[in-house]
């Protein structure tokens, strides 16, 4: 079976190279169920192995020759085996969270062959407290972030004493979840007057990119927040990136995060930035690499489509970017939450007259020059359009199970890129709020102390803001 790959996909298979792996991954911990023998790591690592029939998307392929005209397409493994996907490790002495991250960092290095369906499952045991964790891996061509993490948690449930639940690469997972409710029937006379609609609104979209465009160069000329920055300061980040990863994982309770913002009149996504870009305030300058400007982070933002004043051809939710000054060349940490919240809201206000086409449009042409220097060879030479990546991705707010054992711990791992050698992805779940921390092992230097700054962030808000 050959399906074609869409062009996003295919630019992601594109772009791969020794020193850019283009997977996302995810570290799991858990704790075992009550009552389960020495033998628990074995008996999940053959119950994540040992099923039926995998589901097609698990199945795919890359592949191209004369017969697809070079273009590439999908095609079903046909030598399909199982075990090289689905693996059992063990940690070395003496199994400390560090030995786990060091396996990760690793296995987070490591290119996915095309020859073979592009994603990896890692069964870890050998941690000294008894845990067992679950490392993943699929290539950003097949599924985004967000749907990596969502074929995660459909294998969840809340319930501790369910059993029999299939891993993500189950078939059974696909055919037992319920078909997703639709709003409205379309029955063939409304066909004609839904595309005149989705007509309507594309060309009323195209017609307002000129000044969608305009408003947006405007602000960045001006300094000010939008999907595009013009004056990011080059940091030891903003340089070639080599293969070998280095990642860090910590959470905090959401309670804290949100009793800051509460003092302050701020976002709960306010204090993630502000954190952050207090932690990277510390770390840069034990480096003695702080620059004068303030740093630039490019931050994902969801804005629903019927927020807009404009129809959307495409419904559901906008996903468009904000360039977010994150205060590094501020001391204070109360006066750093200050302006990472104008930032935010200055940026968000610059998107919301747009409608979900125009939102997409503008925060690709901020993105572009990041991709495009790198393709270049230019990373060194032009100036970055921001300093690093922070994303904040919702998860699951109550304790989840996978056959009887309890998630304990939930952690991304993104993808840094040449010129931007720095990624840190949040994820939320069951009241705290998990760091995933990614970047080039030689490019970013001690990055573990990225963690003890961030809880030093926490502390300094906290302090400066009465929480």
Not at 93 to 117: M, Y
Not at 166 to 171: E, I, K, L, M
Not at 371 to 391: D, E, F, K
Request: glycine fraction near 8%.
């Amino acid at each position: 079976m050959v399906s074609p790959i869409d062009p996003t996909a295919t630019a992601f298979l594109l772009a791969e190279n020794r020193s850019m792996p283009m997977h996302v991954g995810g570290l799991q911990l858990f704790e075992k169920p009550e009552g389960a023998g020495r033998n628990y790591g074995r008996e999940m690592y053959e119950s994540m192995r040992d099923v039926e029939e995998i589901a097609p998307l698990f199945l795919k392929r890359p592949h191209r020759s004369l017969s697809t005209a070079g273009q590439l397409v999908w095609v079903e493994d046909e030598q399909f085996d199982v075990d090289h996907h689905i693996r059992h490790s063990a940690l070395p002495q003496p199994g400390r969270i560090r030995e786990l991250l060091d396996l990760s960092s690793r296995l987070h290095s490591t290119r996915l062959a095309w020859e073979r369906p592009l994603w990896e499952a890692h069964i870890i045991e050998g941690l000294r407290d008894g845990r067992v964790a679950l490392y993943t891996k699929v290539h950003h061509a097949l599924v985004d972030g967000i749907s990596a993490m969502r074929l995660v948690q459909s294998t969840l449930s809340p319930d501790s004493d369910q059993r029999e639940m299939p891993p993500p690469w189950d078939a059974r997972t696909r055919r037992d979840r319920a078909p997703r409710p639709t709003s409205d029937e379309t029955s063939l006379a409304e066909i004609p007057t839904q595309v005149m609609r989705s007509a309507l609104g594309i060309a009323t979209e195209a017609a307002g990119l000129p000044g969608a465009l305009v408003k947006t160069i405007t602000k960045g000329v001006k300094n000010e927040t939008s999907s595009i920055s013009l004056y990011a300061p080059r940091t030891i980040f903003n340089q070639k990136i080599t293969g070998s990863r280095r990642f860090a994982a910590q959470d905090w309770e959401i309670e804290r995060l949100q009793r800051i913002g509460k003092a302050t009149g701020t976002t709960i996504n306010d204090v993630v930035l502000a954190m952050c870009g207090g932690a990277l305030r510390r770390y840069l300058l034990e480096l003695d690499a702080l620059p004068e400007a303030p740093l630039v982070a490019m931050v994902p933002i969801g804005l629903k489509a019927k927020e807009s004043h404009l129809p959307s051809t495409e419904g559901g939710n906008a996903i468009g970017a904000v360039m977010c000054r994150l205060g590094t060349d501020l001391h204070d940490p109360a006066d750093r939450l200050s302006a990472v919240h104008a930032s935010m809201a200055d940026g968000k206000e610059a998107l919301s007259g747009m409608t979900p086409t125009q939102i997409m449009a503008m925060s690709a042409l901020g993105q572009a020059p990041a991709i495009i220097a790198p393709m270049l060879r230019m990373s060194g030479i032009v100036r970055p359009p921001y300093n690093t990546i922070i994303s904040n991705v919702p998860g699951p707010r109550t304790t989840q199970y996978w056959n009887g054992a309890k998630l304990v711990g939930h952690y991304p791992l993104s993808i840094p890129i040449n010129g931007m050698a720095l990624n840190i992805t949040c994820i939320s779940y069951d009241g705290r709020l998990g760091f995933g921390v990614i970047g080039c092992r030689r490019t970013v230097p001690r990055l573990q102390r990225l963690l003890t700054h961030l809880d030093d962030e926490v502390a300094a808000l906290e302090k400066a803001s009465g929480a």
